[in-house]
């Protein structure tokens, strides 16, 4: 990707400057340390090629019409499965997610 077709007006990003900009911000956070997780839905998954740019990223995929994307998204360590759930004491509606493998994202030193 070429750093002269960044754009910092979002209206106006194109696909490679949006991919350009996410790489540079995971490369960045991966150096100092952070572990990094991409968050996308199928359609953003495909468009802007997620497998490819970001292999080895974990990724927290939105898609509300599968239990267990993880056939189709590889990577996937959480899956938001509902946009429009409930939980006591909140009056609007919550994002409901599902760790698809809670030995991927809970590192040895984290566990009691």
């Keep these: 990707f070429e ?4 754009v910092n007006n979002p209206k106006q990003m194109n696909i490679d ?3 350009y900009n996410l790489r540079n911000m995971v490369d960045y956070l ?3 340390g952070k572990d990094v997780m991409i968050y996308s839905n199928r359609h953003c998954y495909a468009k802007y090629n997620i497998a490819s740019n970001f292999p080895g990223v974990k990724l927290w995929v939105a898609d509300y019409n599968a239990m267990f994307v993880t056939e189709d998204f590889p990577d996937c360590y959480i899956q938001q499965y509902a946009c429009d759930g409930s939980v006591y004491g909140i009056s609007a509606d919550v994002d409901l997610n599902v ?3 809670s030995k991927k994202i809970i590192k040895p030193e984290m566990q009691p």
């Excluded at 750093?3 to 960044?6: A, G, K, L, Y």
């Design 30 to 32: 991966q150096s100092q």
């Design 99 to 101: 760790i698809v493998d």
């Design 17 to 19: 400057s949006s991919v």
């Design 3 to 6: 750093e002269s077709r960044v």
